[in-house]
Each structure stands twice: as C-alpha cells, then as structure tokens.
C-alpha cells in the first residue's frame, strides 16, 4: 500500500459547482481503480489524501497533477503504509474551517516506518466530521 498527500491552490475561476465536479469524477475513477481517500477544500486550496496500490496511486496522482483545476501542487509525504486510513471512501469530501486547515498543511506527514501526525490528525478530523457527512456524501462502492 502506498499514500499521498499534498496541498494545492485552486484555480481563480474554480466554481462550486466544478468542486463538486471533481468530487464526484474522483469517485468514479478512484473506485475503478481501488484508491481510496479524502479532499478537503478550505478557502481557495486543496488538501488531498490517496491511498491504494503503488501504481494506482502513482497514475491518479499524475493525473490530480496535470489538472488545470488547480496549481503549485506540494507534496506532504509521498511513502508506503502498512494499511489504508479511509478504506470506506473512494473520496471523503470535506470543508474544515482555516484554522482546521492550516493545521493539516502545516503538520508533519513524513514519517519513516509509519507516517507521520499529519494523517493521525486528519483520521481525527474525519471521524469528528464523519457523522454528520455520512447523511450528506454517501460513500461509494
Ligand atoms: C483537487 C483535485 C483532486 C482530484 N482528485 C482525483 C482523484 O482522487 N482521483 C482521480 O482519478 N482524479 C482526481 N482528480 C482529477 C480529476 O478527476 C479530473 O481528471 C481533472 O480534474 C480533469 O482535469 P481538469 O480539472 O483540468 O478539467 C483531481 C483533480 C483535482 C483538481
């Protein structure tokens, strides 16, 4: 199993609706090719979690990277994981408020046998908002 994270500037011109477009095409084509993950979108960026075979999350990443949706795509980590954080979700979509947010991006992610507090803290932050997006994101096949 293999993980990426990263963070991203959302294009100006990016809509909600075309939000809401990624989300569901992630969805089509991450459950085609078994990753699963979380967005998060907080004022104007990104903030992504992968997960899946090396390869599947190396194709989906390359394509993540060559959307116009977005730029200045910056790693997290980049590693293999023993197991998968959010095996329910071919892609969790969130809105954590700034401060949420910036302590996600500005966490340690790199860790060497196991990754580091940044995917601890966004399991956290998933389970405490997983109640509530359970009604409105229903997780995919
Ligand atoms: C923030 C963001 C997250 C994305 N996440 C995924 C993903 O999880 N799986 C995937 O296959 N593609 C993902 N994509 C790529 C989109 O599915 C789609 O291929 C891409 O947005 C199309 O390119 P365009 O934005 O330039 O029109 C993502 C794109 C963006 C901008």
Redo the contacts with the bound molecule.
């Keep these: 199993m293999h993980a990426i994270a990263y963070v ?1 500037a ?1 294009s100006w011109s990016l809509l909600e609706e ?1 939000i809401q ?2 989300v569901s ?2 969805r089509r ?2 459950a085609l ?1 078994g ?1 699963t ?1 979380v ?1 998060m979108y907080c004022d104007g960026n ?1 903030l ?1 979690y ?1 997960e899946g075979e090396e390869d599947a999350v190396m194709e ?1 990443f390359a ?2 990277r ?5 730029y200045q795509v910056s790693e997290l980590m980049n590693q293999t994981i023993l197991e998968r954080e959010f095996s329910d979700w071919s ?1 969790g979509f969130s809105r954590p408020d700034p401060q949420e947010f910036v302590d996600l991006a500005s966490a340690r992610w790199k860790g060497s046998a196991q990754t580091g507090p940044g995917a601890s803290l966004l399991r956290l932050f998933w389970a405490n908002c997983r109640t509530q997006l359970a009604r409105e994101t229903p997780p995919c096949p």
């Excluded at 060559?66 to 977005?70: L, P």
């Design positions: 991203s959302a075309q477009r990624i095409e992630s084509l991450n090719h990753i993950g967005l990104f992504q992968l989906t394509r993540v060559a959307s116009e949706s977005h892609m």
